[in-house]
Structures are given as structure tokens and as C-alpha cells.
């Protein structure tokens, strides 16, 4: 009859019953995959359903793959390259955080690629890198140079890619580092000009070491969604045989890729576990690399 | 003067930059408006044409109408549904006390860290274990639950005065009205970025839907424009005027809820 | 792990129960009354589809059909999908690629009777047998043709092609056609169907893709090698657009944008051209040329039953009615070539202004298209590595050979 903790089990109860829907469907649908999809990694799966233990045989396969080792490096490449958005959206940030004119004109036009459908981008993209009635080439003619086929080429292919995805993430980044340095109390510029600092030194010295957490983080999430490339690839490559024609394919093919053509078009499932659960080994191995890492250049205040 | 200069240099600089990030845009709602001989015309021409022909080749090649339906009911759907859920595990993680929270908690996070093709096989064996593959539960009813969402109300949550929780509880309240009539309230700016970015993301999504539901009358756009490619390969006008379609409705909305969703992307750097 | 996830889907099965508007009717119905689901994937034949069930129901007043159209991108996917649940549509659309692969895991009942086959032609039946068995009924057939541009044919004052036009006139008008300055090319070495390209070819010289008793691969026959080559040779003289220039504007586009000459390509494409703004009224077709012998690949869709159905006696006699004459001369008025001997006049009579008789005059001499029991994973191979030789990465020779170990390999583990 004591009521404190009477009121300790009703709120206890009320706690459970507020979380209760989706710690049903996180468990369901999420926790429970997690454990599934590492327990299929060790199966071969029929064409038509069923499957049996394998033990590490997909492992063994993954290793000896070269799909996967070319999927592996492409990944890792996109990744790489894929961070120059972040010095730029660091860049055109700083010209943006000002009292101007059209400044939210700009910033709207960064920002359409953003909202735009991946899927939609990556067509739109295509037909610009078509190598003889695409816009880029046109605009090379123009200046006596000769394109290439951009995405069909395995020379060029990868970098084509990067562009698209620098193209499309760079008004998202730039918003983070608005935000990032909207929040740099403005007396440290003051100082500073005080101190007869002009605009670059101001920028190198105080914004951005200020903004080194913030970038830091950028940094984490786009090298984690990175890894995850698929959509743009999926329409500029196709998936499947259909897109073994293309002659820059083994330079667009990415891990999750593979993972959709062996999980979902030649239904070998098992095999599509382990891919994603090398996967995950990846993010988490890089993850933990860039927390060492950032002790040598994040500064947090 | 020199102020002046640089302002001019400034704006020439970010007028490149704009004009980078629109051109493809431009270039597609040209292209849209060619015929396939024009387009592959060299050189190209550089002003529409108005072939609107390729629009309704879109409506003819796909069941656009009701694509864009399932893409609307399920990111509505995906949208109500997880602010409210997540609000409701957030509200709990953030003011309840109950044994269990932070391994809960810290359950719900561990998801958060799983890139998410980790889910969709087991995701797919349910789905078709329940008989939902091609139909609109399947893509709505996983999107129901997210641990981003949770995990962004809660420190939304925890930002918010307590004074008035606890006069309420001190008058007799029980959690459910406090949450319900003055937490929701309080809380609306930080529900509205989440819905905001889960609308997004479930309105572009492409490799779940494109797993769950082959069938065109229950397909999103993502997928159906994706499908539009795999009939139509590189028949570019009718693929412009297609991606066009698919793309305004979000594009539009942004427009408009512009200043939400920056805020909403701010808060949280995290996509969907 | 099994138990959880059974008690998991219960849970969910409640919640669909709650949420589905309960529509499945159980087919068995009442008074014996039977419903057959029928799975097709082209949207054009959908209305022929549908008029044939309701003729079927007017002479089987008990039965009534169900045509389900999914498009071909998910068509199998889909019906993989279902097969694995145990629940296949009672009747569906199969094709000669994916044919082993569903008859050898059981998921389609041989025919429960032996019947007339005699009036289709032998290379379909050959296709959709088994161990000795035969699955379903052909339905319509394709053979592949060479489509050209009388318009640029005109331009350049060559004579268009004749019937019995040999591998050498072929490259003779290729090189007259090709037109660099205009972005013109005289044909289109594609390499993203090798039933309207390759197959074709291979056996033109006497090659072959696949051992009759489909144990071992043909692609390092010196025969094989010559009908690659000739693709690959167009390419180097550039009477071909490169594997580059193809992926970024396919062949087909590129015909219907007046840059190709000539385009191989099925039967099926008669709608496509006909329909086509560009193409309508300047093009026309010729039989494919002539190399050691004159050879084009045969293929058709056939009607098969699905083998864990309830109502498989009801599917088989659906399946016979389609298969059947009259069956056969609705489906010519509207769609593809019937497979049945002797129904195909409406079809090449719907477009006078076109040389369809081509395409049935190929039957004589059409070659069956190559199969085994996982046909997909070695076509995922041929496309791996021949896409060296179409890009110039490596000789046809090499390409060839690693090919044929690879698929040997793959065949092996059939």
C-alpha cells in the first residue's frame, strides 16, 4: 500500500507500454533480422526456397569472388573521393553565412539535388554523360575537346560517379556547416578583427577549428552512406546479366549491388547474407578508424 | 570599392555554382520536350520544343496515377505513423523511469548502427511468409518503427522544460495526458523535422520497394521509374519527362516546407 | 529460430487479417465452380488473353480465368516468389531459358496425356521437353529478321537486301551504309540479346552454344568463334557503333533515331516499329544472311501448369484450349505468330506493307535456342566475358575460350 512505490510500478508500467509498439516492430523487423541474416550467411538457399547449412562456405567463396574484390575497391574509391563534398560545402558555406542579398536563391538551388529522387538524378545524369548526344560532351565540342562515354567507359566511369554524388550531397553538407557556423558566437570574430585579422585568416583560425566537430561528423555519416551506394548505380548500370554489357561494369559495381543482384535476381540469398554482413564488418572497422582519427584534427572547444 | 569587388566576385562564384546545380534540371525539362531524333540531333538544340507527346507516353508505359498513390499513401502513412510511435518510445526514454530503460535504449541504438540492407532478406521471407509481397503493407508497415526516430525525439525531449509535466502529474495527470496534451504540443518543431525527413526519404526510397513489390499497380515511383528505364532503356525524352513526374511532387513540397526541412537537417545531419 | 519467426509471423498474420479487406476467395468457390489464375507479362497481349479465357469459359461453363498481367521486369521475380510460397498461378507464361529450371525443381506438371504435336513446330516442342517429358503447350513462336532503313538504304543508292543474301552482302551494305559524318552506322553489333544477335550468328557458321545433351559448352569451337567474330569485326571496321557508344544509346533507340541501317531483331518488334513515329513508314524487313548455312534461333512462349495447383486438371484442359486451333487464330489477329501451323495468315496479313512472310519462312530453317537446367548462370557469364571482345580488352579467341571453361564449369554443377 505504500504509494511511492505503487506510483514507481504504474510508471514503470506506463514506461513499457509507451515504448511496447516499436520495441515489438524494432524487434521484429530490425533486431531480429540482424540475427537472421548472420545465421543465413552460413546457408545455401534452393531456387526455389529452402535452405541448408553451409558453414563458411560463402565465406570461402566472398574471398575468392572478384566481383566482390572489384565491388570492394569501386566502394572504397566513391567513398574516398566522395569527401571532397565536404570541402566544398565547407567552402560555399563560408560564402553563404553572411548578411546578403539571395542568399536563401542560393542556397534553395543547392539544395534541389538534395530532395531530388536518386533515381530521377541518376537519369538526368546518364543522358548529360552520354558520350555522343549528351550536354557535357556538346559543351567539350565546343572548346575542340572530345568526351568520352563518360559512364560506358571504364576509364571514366567511376569519377562520373563521384560527381553525381558530390553533385547531390553538397547542398545537404552545406546546410550542417551553416548551421555549424551560425552557431560560432560572433565576438571571436570580433576579437579577432580587433587584431587586424582579415577574412581569410579569420576563416582559417577561428571557423575552421570550430567547425572540425562538425565536419568530423559530416565526415562519419557520408563515408557510412557511401559504403551503402546503390541507387545511382542501379539505374546508370542496371543490375542484373543485362548490365554485364556494359563495358565500364566491373567500375559502377558496388557492394550493395552485388548484394541486391545475388539476394533478389539470382536468388542466392545465403551468398547476399554474407556480402552484407562483410558489409557491416567494413562500416564498423571504418567507423571505429575515423574516432581513432579524429583526435589529430577535431577540436572541440 | 574594394568591398564592392569582392561582392561582385562573391556572387559571380556562387552564380557559377548555382548554375552547375541547376543546369541538369534545365537540360531534363528541355530533353523532355524533344522527340528521340531531335535529341540525338547533333549538335543538340538548345530550346524545348514542345513534344508533350513524351508525357503522355509516361502515363501510357506506367500506371502513373496510381504510383504516385502508393507513393503518397505510404510516405503519409510511414510519416504519421513513425512521429507518433517514435514520439510516444521518445516521450518514455526521456521522463519515465522503469528497469530496463538504458539497455533498452541502448538496444533500440544498436540498430541505428546496422546499415540497413542487413534487414531486408529476413524482411522479405516475412513479408512473403504473411502473403504481403505486392501490396502497400509491405512497404508501409516497416517503416513504421525507426530507432532514429526515437532516438532524435528523445533528445528533442530531453530539451524541453519540465516545469509544466510536473504540475500536471502534481494535479493528478497520467503520463498518457501529459504526453498527449503537453508534451505533443511543446514538442511540435522537433516532430515536424522528423516527419519532414521521413517523408523524403520514404518518397525516394528505391531497394526496398523495388524488393517487395514487382507488381506496377503497387509500386512506388522510385521503383516504376526504374522500371521505366529497364523497358525504355535510353529512350532519353520519355525518361526525362518521367523523372520530371516523379520528382516534382518533392521537389514542390520543398519549396514550400523549405525552411523545415533545413531546420529538420540541421537538428539531425542524419538522413533518413 | 524457425519457432520465433513462426510465432512472429502469427502476430503479423492477425494484424494483416485486421488490415486486408479480405478478398481471396478460395477458388474452390461453391456448385464446382472453378477459378484459374493465369500469369502473362505483356501488357499488349493482355486483351487477347482475356478474350481467349472468356471463349474458354463459354465451353467450360464451370471454369472461369483470372489473366494476372505482370510486366516482364518483375515477371519472374515475382512468379519465383510465389513458387517458393507453394503457391504458383494455376496456368503461366514460360519461356524456353527458365523452362529447366522450373520443370527439373518440380514446380510445373508434365502433361498428363500425350498429345498431337505434330502442328507446332518441332524446335518448340524439343524446347519444352524434359527427361523425356513434355511441359505445356507452345504458344506463339518468334524468329529473328534483319530490319532496315529504306531511307538511308535510298540515300546511299544500295539495293535493298534480298532473300538468300549472304554474310558478305551483309558487310558489303554495312560498309556502304556507314556514314561517319552523319552518326550513321550501317548495323549495330549489340551485345544485350543473343537471340536476335548472337545465336543467330553462331549457328550461321556452324558453331554451336550448347552440346545436345547440354552437358558442355560450344564457345571454343573454332565454328562458334567465327559467328562471334563476324560481331566483332563490324566493330573494328566501325560499321558498328562500339560497346560504349551501344550502352549509352541502345541499338533500338539508335534505329528508331535514324543513326543504324540495319537492326537485327525478332518478330515481336513489328509492334514496336509499326508504332513508331520515326520508323512506321520507313522501314522494312529481310531474312537474316546467309553464312556457312542460313540459320535463325526459334523461340515461343509456352503455357505450362503449375505443379502444386488444385485445380491441375482444369489447368491442363486451359492449357489444351490454348493450345488449340481456334485458340490460335484469336491470338494471331492481335499478337505474336501463333505457334499452330496454318494460323499465322492474320498475322502477316495485318501489315501489307511489310515483308512478315520472312519471319515464317525462317521456321524451315530455324535452330532451337539454346538451354540447360540453369540457363541464367551461364548467360551472366557470356555477357562477363564477351564483353572484353565487344570492348576490345581482349582478342574473341581468348575471350571465347574462358568463356567455354566457365561455362563448363557452371554446367557442371547443374
Known sequence: MTTPRKHRVTEALWGYAFIAPTALGLGLFYLWPVLQTAYFSFTEWGAFGGHTFSGLDNYERLVHDPEMGR???????????????????????????RKMRGVSVYRT????????????????WRWLYNGDYGLINYGLSLVGVDGPNWVADPDTALYALVVIG????????????????????????????????????????????LLSPTAFFVSVVSVIGSLQLFDLVYVISGSGAAARANPAFPRLQTVVQLFYDRAFVTNDRGYGAAIVMALLLIIVVLTAIQFRLQKRWVHYA | MPDKGRRIGLHAVLIVASVLMVTPFVWQIVTSLKTLSSATSVPPTLLPEGHWANYGRVFDLLPFGTQFLNTLITALARTVGQVFLCSMAAYAFARLRFPGRNFLFGLFLSVLMVPPQLFIIPQYEIMSDLGWLNSLPALIVPGLFSAFGVFLLRQFFLGLPVELEEAARIDGANPWRIYWSIVLPLARPGMVALAVLVLLWSWNDLFWPLVVNTDPDKMTLAAGLASLQGQYQTDYPVLMAGSLLASVPVIAVFVFLQRQFIQGIAQTGIKG | MRATRRIATALLGAAALMLSACSSDDGSGSDDQVTLSYAVWDQTQKAAMDQLAADFTKGHPTITVDVQLTPWEGYWTKLKAAATGGDAPDVFWMNGPNFQLYASNGVISPNPEQVDTSVYPEA???????????????????????????????????????????????????????????GVYGTAASLSSFQEYQYNTIAQAGGYVISPDGKSSGYADPKTIAGLKFWTDLIQKKHSPDLKTMTDTIPLQLFEAGKLGMYWGGSWDVLEFTGNDYTKDKVDVAPLPKGEKQATIIHGVANV???????????????????????????????????????????????????????LDAVNYAVPFPVSKNTAAWNEAELSHLTKAWSGEQPIEQAATELATDMNALLAKE
Open chain 1, 71 to 97: 565491388a570492394l575497391v569501386n566502394t572504397f574509391a566513391y567513398t574516398l573521393l566522395g569527401l571532397l563534398s565536404i570541402p566544398l560545402a565547407i567552402v560555399f558555406a563560408a560564402l553563404l553565412n
Open chain 1, 109 to 124: 538551388f543547392f539544395f534541389l539535388p538534395v530532395v531530388t529522387m536518386p533515381v530521377a538524378v541518376a537519369m538526368v
Open chain 1, 166 to 209: 558530390v553533385w547531390s550531397s553538397v547542398g545537404y553538407n552545406l546546410i550542417i556547416f551553416l548551421a555549424g557556423m551560425q552557431a560560432i558566437p560572433a565576438d571571436y570574430y570580433e576579437a579577432a578583427a580587433l587584431d587586424g585579422a582579415g577574412a581569410f585568416r579569420q576563416f582559417f583560425r577561428i571557423t575552421l577549428p
Open chain 3, 124 to 182: 518448340l516442342v524439343d524446347l519444352y521437353t524434359f527427361d523425356g517429358k513434355m511441359y505445356g503447350l507452345p504458344k506463339d513462336m518468334d524468329t529473328v529478321g534483319v530490319w532496315y532503313n529504306k531511307t538511308l538504304f535510298d540515300a546511299k543508292k544500295v539495293p535493298y537486301p534480298k532473300d538468300g543474301w549472304t554474310w558478305a552482302d551483309f558487310q558489303d551494305a554495312a560498309a556502304k551504309l556507314t556514314d561517319p559524318a552523319k
Open chain 3, 305 to 359: 501448369v503449375g505443379a502444386k495447383g488444385e485445380h491441375k486438371d482444369q489447368a491442363w484442359e486451359f492449357v489444351k484450349y490454348l493450345g488449340s486451333q481456334p485458340a490460335a487464330q484469336i491470338l494471331g489477329k492481335t499478337g505474336p505468330i501463333p505457334a499452330y501451323t496454318g494460323t499465322q495468315t492474320d498475322w502477316v496479313g495485318a501489315h501489307p506493307e511489310l515483308k512478315l512472310q520472312t519471319f
